[in-house]
């Protein structure tokens, strides 16, 4: 069969191109473990097995890659099915195919590739979690100003921000690795959609390939596509943390703020001005989270509306989507691991900005519920009346105002009565660190919690760098094993 040329260059070849860049592996992967189940099964004789075995053994990267496409065959599958033709004989050649069926190839060795990139996806935000838990140990004491809605609000410190982010990393370790778990089942042996009459054993083919098992139902292990669209989702919801961190390091770094610079070896100077040093490197992050995010929605997109069967839309088009989204994703949290790595925050800055626009006055509140007796409204308004006292004296003076009449004055006028506190204990309850200490709950910023919350993160990351590694040697090895059981027929 011919296909014609406008349709050959327009989608087969370039189908094809992509189809061996990313999938030559796990096809021939798939060769090998079918042929092994064939004859174990006693579909196929040992003198069959052996003759096959010795007949893939000769379609290389090397020999598949110098191919040009010229519309004879259709993809890639059909490339190494001639291949193996010429090799063995069609009569031969052929009996591979039985049961089975291009659906169930494709969506396993769709399977088999992204596992691979998932594994390495966990495995970076390990690595970036590692590096969230190094500056938090030296950043303990680091105040800093907290934002809400982008204007100044309470004082925490780097340690309680940053574990705020390794927390969020800790839930995407677990999304990446549900995910991976639900990639990781072989749908093998479903052929078309119904499975087949030949006595076939799924699970050995899937325990050849290393999955955890079949996959059930015959025709939703060729339908479904939320194996993948749930692996797209949770690089999704890394991606969005990763973008939305990477935009206040850009903001911090900016000279109204100062808060951090970026290292030398991630920013760029100017062509025209020379001052500037452009954190690119940041830049360049966010960019590549954006269009990671792009491609992900694109996932969704082209699955939306399709038939619940075996359909191109989820299929050789998709592919290359998934494969630029993990790459992305990938530089993403390598890209933002160096930046966190290599930056200098500047904490004296941090530490007068913390104490600046009045952003400790909450605690004042709550120490007039404590110690006044007061409802925390009544305090809310005392306290908000002491600042628009002090703002005015102190833009009519031009010196730092005086804080004891002031909050006097407010709650003369708001309560009825005068609070009489000295100067040094309002000035001790508003100051930065005072308020810090005194957050020392539950997922709080004070040094004990903070203490307890790395201990926590530390020995978490350890287990999961340990699942991380064996999962990822499981993956690597399993071929090591599989080309010995097709040595063995």
């Known amino acids: ?30 060769q090998r473990a ?23 053994a000769l379609i290389t990267w090397e020999r598949v890659e110098s191919i040009r496409f010229d519309g004879s065959f259709e993809d890639l599958f059909c490339c190494l099915e001639g291949l193996l033709a010429e090799d063995c004989g069609p009569d031969l050649a052929g009996r ?7 659906n169930d190839i494709d969506v396993t060795l769709y399977r088999l590739r992204w596992r691979e990139e998932l594994s390495v996806l966990v495995g ?3 690595q970036l979690r590692g590096t969230l838990v190094t500056i938090c140990e030296r950043e303990k004491e680091s105040l800093i100003p907290v934002y809400t809605h982008t204007q100044p609000a309470q004082p925490s410190t780097l340690a309680h921000y940053f574990l705020g982010i390794a927390e969020h990393l800790e839930r995407d370790h677990d999304r990446l690795s549900a995910a991976l778990r639900t990639m990781n089942r072989s749908p093998l042996g479903s052929c078309a959609a119904t499975g087949t009459g030949f006595p076939i054993d799924r699970e050995l083919a899937a325990k050849l390939l290393a999955f955890d098992g079949p996959t059930g139902n015959t025709y939703s292990s060729i339908a479904a596509a939320d194996y993948l669209l749930e692996a797209v989702g949770a690089a999704m919801v890394l991606l969005n943390l990763c973008s939305r961190l990477l935009q206040d390091l850009l903001l911090w770094s900016m000279r109204e703020f100062q808060f951090v610079r970026i290292a030398d070896g991630l920013v760029q100077p100017s062509s025209i001005m020379p001052q500037k040093r452009n954190p690119v490197g940041v830049e360049h992050a966010r960019a590549l989270a954006g269009r990671a995010l792009g491609r992900a929605s694109a996932c969704f997109q082209m699955l939306h509306n399709t038939p619940y069967g075996d ?15 993990f790459q992305d994703a990938a ?6 691991s160096e930046i966190l790595d290599t930056a200098d925050f500047d904490r004296e800055r941090l530490a007068d900005r913390a104490a600046a626009n009045w952003i400790t006055v909450t605690e004042l509140a709550d120490t007039l519920v404590r110690e006044e007796g007061l409802a925390f409204r009544q305090a809310h308004a005392v306290v908000a009346e002491m600042v628009r ?13 005086q804080l004891s009449p002031a909050l006097r004055e407010a709650s003369r006028r708001l309560l009825g009565g005068e609070i009489e506190w000295t100067e040094d ?3 001790q309850v508003l100051s930065p660190r005072h308020f810090v200490e005194q957050r020392a709950h539950l997922g709080g910023p004070a040094r004990p919690e903070i203490e307890r919350a790395l201990s926590a993160a530390r020995q978490r990351l350890q287990k999961d760098h340990t699942w991380i590694e064996t999962t990822i040697r499981h993956f690597r090895e399993f071929r090591v094993q599989l080309q010995k059981e097709v040595e063995e027929l």
Do not use: W
């Open 331 to 336: 530089r993403v949290v390598l890209l933002l």
């Open 34 to 56: 079918h042929l092994v189940m064939l004859v174990r099964c006693g579909i196929l004789s040992q003198e069959q097995g052996r003759a096959l075995g010795r007949a893939l």
């Open 425 to 427: 204990k309002l000035r």
């Open 124 to 126: 970076l935000v390990a």
């Open 311 to 325: 359909i191109v839309d989820i299929e050789d088009d998709l592919q290359p989507l998934v494969d630029s989204l």
């Open 96 to 102: 591979l195919h039985t049961a089975r069926s291009r």
């Open 389 to 401: 006292e002090c703002e005015t004296e102190e833009a009519e003076t031009g010196a730092p105002p």
């Open 1 to 30: 069969m011919r296909f014609s040329r406008v349709y050959s260059e327009l989608v087969l070849a370039q189908n094809f191109a992509e189809g061996r860049r990313l999938f030559f592996q796990q096809l021939m992967d798939i």
